[in-house]
């Protein structure tokens, strides 16, 4: 790292996050003179040019990569059209003790005397809850499903090679000659593509402004700076603004910063989940890094001061202040951008060039909390790839996450992609599977299995609220077997998930019809040429995925019922839900048999594992190829994020013996402590699930630093990952610390500051983690050598 | 075919089955641990294996006082008394029914009898971990040529089922019974302690005349051997005791590595609780300079030494 990157991360490193109410005041402004003068599109278009020919710019000294979304690093902009703020909100993110954004009683102020006037009752978020049905509210409440869409726009979008070909003057020309097209005799939506292109074309112009106001800024800088290298470097800044993003690249500088225009626009646009992500970014990039290098314009060493301007850039940008369940279920500043490297082509060859290389470099030196990066190891991955990945596992950041390419393409390719596109696409946010550039690949919230088994217990009543959130399914001193069981298990999940897809259908048009965002549009494959907008079926491909958690308790919660109660009659049904609503008060031992006595998931024991496959095909059966508002279907997603931290405080004592409002198990991650056989059980266990029917699984394992050192155990850890994906596994990742070392962090978190451990499918700072979830790290097994 | 039928159905005993096991061999390997050595090391870091009967082993601190396992016993050995269950051991037929029911894994059964099959059903589970790493199986102990017929069974089904395989042995057996052994081993983990043999004796309650003629043997029947030497502050850590052992090394020329393992004291709480004597009062961990000088003794161009492994 050099003297540059050294300055510029310790400024991103050092920098509190805070909120601007900059965005909110210029698009506030803007729909208060604009109010009914343009169809929605347009509106949102020139809303978008306003804030680019208004907002504050920022050119840092030492960069080389220029723009911020907010007025400077680490400043988050607000978007009350989604969500708009409370006065109490704005404090509370001040107050409160983690993932704190600095305000003030002056944006208090603001937002008061101009903002929440007009957006309050305006915001899509009021407007959703003033029409969600009452009984999707209390189930909301109780923490049997979260809604991704109440905060943050529809996101999870991921670019592929098309804007490193184009500039944004080729797309207009392009939305011109489909606007020249319509037909307005034969075509009954000809208007209203005309509107969403016009809108597109538009906001084509407001990057291309906002990038030509950086050139100018970069020039006047440029003639005020006495230092004639740093002169020079504001000169060919003002070039690269001028060139791109108006025009297609022409080197690996102009590619890197197309990019970030291309970031910055979608992210200022909207507030869409999991910001914006270049992808394959090594491959993107790898032409242009052979032609420079062919033609001694840029060498190794330039190219990676580059590629580190780029990574910090991420970092500057944390998410969008999240408050209430959104906060819980997602309780980081992590905005969730997870870079690809490897996999395979379009063509079907493996990637990975010196360019993968470089930027596992970067990744290493770097080591912040942003951007997440992942290798996809395919077949075809050279191990000297993995390994070198692997390395930087070791190292304990928690990244780069590992991806079986392989499964993520034939996910897609089940799903109903073609296969090029599908090896186009890849992973993004945590471990969710899409097609880059071509599809909006929609989350839509977690759904607490443990708990949909608490209301199976109760005979359909919640017992925390005591409300009826489910149809009556029997007491369960009823049910003459397991099979009736899970048979009013099945009645239960049809009834929640039903519930939370008529919510999603209502806030999905929403968002199509009074949301649109044209330029994310723009960038999308095939959103120009339908004419329709990202959020009303534009993309080539439309998938909604519902997020299941806790598939490890809820199999071992099974399990346990299925011996203990139904198998050897140890424990009568009785006993057990009484145990379970004291929270095993005078019940230690029955407890314990629960725990120790219970064949679980995550030990390459058929009888749990059937059991988890009964469960998964039951989710499966239940969520997988329902149609979504887009012409696309619903598929499965197997992912936690933080949610099984605040999903095992709505859930009382289960039957595998986790006590109240304990965590639930993550991802696809075996429950806490139940693993005991080592990680090849673990795997094992994992390889019985049909990854390759979900949108993405993901599996934790803690490993003890001792067990990663020296060479030869880099290579039993990319066997033991090798393995993993021969029996379908989508992601693993790993934790490489001890307890001791967590706990040291507890007690003196300043001296800890740097610490990232893994923690959903993204990394965070261990000292920034709320004090349950850095319990929930500790608790999970770590896995021992013998 | 019914010599493969009855190796099959061959039992022995066992008192562990360790999956992923690193540090056993090349690659990722499963451990089998045999029951029985007829060593007694003060330093054993299985003190519980050395045994050939099965044992309970009772963890008090985690002991509920629920009295399940004394519900469960049919022998009618176990009472509940102030200082936890006591077992009488006439009575105890350790037929292990009492672990079974004690819901607080207080309560362990330390060796059990498994069939051949068994084993190999636990070992292949983890097959395509050992293809993708180039591990395989170890037999381990205790002493796993304590039990030959058990052991060669074991290694003839793995044999036919293409399986790497590792013998982590002490060394002490008949030569004959080594050798028999050698013919379905792939390569040996051969422990040599100390060379001082009245020394030997008193740590290890044997002596080491048999073990260094049986690696003579392994030697001259072209065996791949990795000599491991455990280095226990106190009982071989001087430098006698390595350039003896670096002399008597010197002319076997098949023996191509030797890994010195450094002690860790982890072993004492298991002495404790096996109500064992520990012997190495004050032993403390070595320091990385000593142990470069001890491989420095016995370092040659063609015997490649490495501290850890």
């Known amino acids: 790292m050099n003297e540059r990157i050294a300055r510029l991360r310790q400024l991103s490193f050092d920098t509190k996050p805070a909120v601007s109410t900059e965005r909110a005041q210029l698009i506030t402004e803007f729909y208060k003179q604009n109010d009914g003068k343009y169809s929605v599109p347009v509106m949102r278009a020139r809303a978008f040019l306003h804030i680019c020919q208004h907002k504050t710019l920022y050119i840092g000294a030492d960069e080389l990569i220029v723009g911020e979304r907010g007025p400077a690093p680490k400043v988050v902009p607000t978007f009350p059209e989604l969500n708009c703020h409370t006065a109490d909100d704005l404090r509370t993110l001040n107050q409160r003790d983690k993932v704190h954004y600095a305000t003030d009683e002056k944006m208090v102020e603001v937002y008061e005397k101009e903002v929440i006037p007009y957006w309050r009752g305006r915001s899509v978020r009021d407007r959703v809850f003033a029409h969600v049905p009452e009984l999707w509210q209390s189930a909301y409440e109780a923490g049997v499903f979260t809604e991704f869409m109440e905060q943050r726009a529809p996101g999870h979008t991921t670019l592929d090679g098309e804007i490193y070909r184009k500039g944004l003057l080729d797309y207009k020309a392009e939305i011109a000659a489909h606007m020249s097209r319509l037909d307005y005799h034969a075509d009954p939506d000809a208007a209203r593509k005309a509107e969403q292109l016009e809108a597109m074309s538009l906001s084509c112009d407001a990057a291309i402004v906002f990038a030509e106001r950086h050139a100018d800024l970069a020039e006047k800088m440029a003639e005020q700076e006495s230092d004639p290298q740093r002169r020079a470097e504001l000169q060919r800044i003002a070039d690269v603004c001028r060139h791109v993003p108006a025009h297609a690249p022409r080197n690996t500088w102009e590619a890197i910063q197309i990019y970030w225009f291309h970031h910055l626009g979608t992210i200022t646009e909207l507030n869409g989940w999991d910001a914006m992500n270049p992808g394959h970014l090594d491959q993107h990039l790898q032409p242009f890094f052979a032609a420079d290098l062919a033609s001694n314009t840029l060498d190794r060493v330039a190219a990676k001061e580059l590629l580190s301007c780029l990574w910090i850039k991420f970092n500057n940008h944390p998410a969008p202040p999240k408050v209430g369940v959104t906060a819980k279920e997602s309780g980081t500043y992590n905005d969730f951008t997870n870079i690809n490297l490897g996999g395979l082509t379009r063509e079907g060859a493996d990637a990975v060039s010196e360019i993968s290389y470089l930027l596992l470099e970067v990744v290493d030196e770097i080591h912040l909390l942003q951007p997440q990066a992942n290798v996809q190891i395919s077949s075809r991955t050279p191990d000297r790839f993995l390994k070198s990945a692997c390395r930087i596992i070791r190292k304990g950041y928690g990244y780069p996450a590992i991806f079986n390419a392989d499964a993520v393409i034939s996910e897609q390719v089940r799903a109903g992609k073609s296969i090029e596109d599908a090896r186009e696409g890849g992973t993004s946010g945590c471990i969710e599977t899409g097609a880059f550039g071509k599809e909006a690949y929609v989350l839509t919230g977690y759904l607490n299995l443990p708990k949909i088994l608490e209301i199976t217990l109760n005979d359909g009543l919640d017992p925390a609220s005591g409300k009826r959130l489910g149809p009556p399914t029997g007491l369960p001193t009823e049910f003459q077997s397991f099979d009736e069981l899970y048979a009013a298990f099945q009645t239960q999940l049809t009834h929640f998930v039903d519930l939370k897809v008529e919510v999603n259908q209502y806030i999905e048009s929403m968002f199509a019809r009074y949301v649109p965002a044209p330029f994310l549009s723009v960038l999308i494959q095939d959103c120009i040429a339908k004419g329709r907008d990202y959020y009303d079926a534009g993309p080539r491909y439309n998938t909604t995925y519902i997020q299941c958690c806790g598939i490890g308790s809820v199999t071992d919660s099974f399990s346990a019922l299925q011996k203990h109660v139904y198998q050897t009659n140890r424990i009568s049904m009785q006993q057990l839900t009484e145990a379970l609503s004291n929270d095993f008060a005078d019940a230690e031992a029955l407890r314990l048999l629960l725990v120790n006595k219970t064949p679980k998931f995550g030990n390459d024991l058929d009888e749990a594992d059937d059991l988890m496959r009964r469960i998964y095909d039951s989710l499966f059966d239940t969520i997988d190829g329902r149609p979504n508002t887009k012409g696309g279907r619903y598929h499965l997603n197997m992912l936690s994020t933080t949610c099984h931290v605040y999903f095992g405080t709505r859930v009382g004592a289960s039957a595998d013996g986790r006590h109240a409002g304990m965590p639930i198990s993550d991802g696809t991650s075996p429950a806490h402590g139940a693993d005991r056989n080592g990680p090849t059980a673990v795997c094992r266990s994992l390889g019985k699930m049909d990854q390759i029917r979900s949108g993405g699984t993901l599996l934790n394992q803690r490993f003890l630093p001792q067990v990663l050192e020296g060479e030869e155990s880099i290579a039993k850890l990319a066997s033991l990952v090798r393995t993993y994906f021969r029996y379908g596994g989508h992601h693993i990742q790993f934790n490489v610390v001890d307890t001791p070392t967590l706990r040291q962090a507890q007690a003196h978190p300043e001296e800890f500051r740097d610490l990232l451990v893994r923690v959903a499918g993204y990394s965070d700072y261990f000292v920034d983690m709320g004090a349950d979830l850095q319990e929930e790290v500790i608790l999970r097994t770590a896995q021992e050598s013998f | ?309």
């Open chain 2, 1 to 309: 075919m019914e010599i493969a039928m009855s190796k099959a159905m061959s039992n022995g005993r066992i008192f562990d089955v360790k999956r992923y096991s690193l540090h056993d061999g090349p690659g990722i390997r499963t451990t089998v641990f045999l029951q029985g050595c007829p060593l007694s090391c003060w330093w054993c870091h299985n003190p519980e294996s050395q045994s050939v009967a099965p044992t309970i082993q009772y963890h008090r601190e985690s002991c509920l006082g629920c009295e399940a396992c004394v519900e469960a016993c049919e022998s009618n050995a176990l009472t509940l008394t102030e200082r936890g269950i006591q077992r009488d051991e006439q009575l105890c037929r350790t037929c292990g029914e009492c672990t079974v029911a004690c819901p607080a894994e207080a309560r362990d059964l330390i060796g059990r009898q498994v069939s051949v099959n068994d084993v190999l059903q636990q070992v292949e589970k983890d097959r395509l971990y050992y293809d993708e790493s180039g591990g395989g199986v170890t037999f381990s102990g205790g002493e796993p040529l304590a039990q030959p017929e058990f052991l060669i069974a074991l290694l003839c089904a793995c044999g036919e089922r293409d399986l790497h395989r590792v013998v982590d042995t002490s060394g002490l057996a008949a030569t004959q019974t080594l050798l028999k052994v050698a013919k379905h081993t792939d390569l040996f983990y051969f422990d040599l302690k100390l060379m001082d043999d009245h020394r030997h004796r008193q740590t290890t309650g044997v002596s080491n005349q048999r073990i260094l003629e049986n690696l003579r043997a392994l030697n001259a029947e072209k065996q791949t051997v990795r000599i491991r030497v455990p280095v226990i502050p106190g009982i071989n850590d001087h430098i006698e005791n390595f350039s003896d052992m670096a002399e008597f090394l010197a002319p076997l020329k098949q023996i191509r590595q030797v890994d010195l393992l450094p002690y860790h004291p982890s072993a004492r709480e298991k002495h404790r609780k096996f109500g064992m004597a520990w012997k190495l009062n004050g032993a403390s961990e070595l320091a990385a300079e000593r142990m470069e000088e001890f491989a420095a003794a016995i370092r040659r161009p063609e015997l490649r030494v490495e501290i850890g492994g």
